[in-house]
């Protein structure tokens, strides 16, 4: 089984930003989703990046704020975060699925059928 590792979560003052990281022994193979929830909201579907073709998709609340590098050597897929905002706050996993593309917001939600993390929590607040 593929055992992902999130990590990278705290408590960061609005504007601020933190870099979430998510990796596993042959990780390169895989597309990657991060997910986040909040107490009394739904999951919703943050980014993905596609485990082929590098191909990203961002949800419209974080597009310009976030993105989702990842380095292939390290087996990691990363989510950084800049000029956070209290909405932000929430556990944040990813999941992964073998060789997807991820281009679309179906296609990204999609990975959430795939193996999860324990996930990380991260607070924005001042």
């Known amino acids: 089984q593929l055992r992902l590792v999130e990590s990278g979560g705290g408590l960061v003052q609005p504007g601020g930003s933190l870099r979430l990281s998510c990796g596993a022994p042959?990780?390169?193979?895989?597309?990657i989703g991060w997910f986040r929830q909040a107490p009394g909201k739904q999951r919703e579907g943050v980014s993905c990046i596609a485990g082929s073709d590098g191909s990203t998709y961002y949800a419209d609340s974080v597009k310009g704020r976030f993105t989702i590098p990842r380095d292939n050597a390290e087996n990691t897929v990363y989510l950084q975060m800049n000029s956070l905002e209290p909405e932000d706050t929430g556990v944040y996993y990813c999941?992964?699925?073998?060789?997807?593309?991820?281009?679309?917001?179906?296609?990204?939600?999609?990975?959430?059928?795939?193996?999860w993390g324990q996930g990380t929590q991260v607070t924005v607040s001042s």
């Open positions: 999941a992964a699925v073998v060789g997807v593309p991820v281009t679309t917001q179906a296609m990204c939600t999609a990975l959430g059928d795939g193996y």
């Open positions: 042959g990780l390169w193979h895989y597309a």
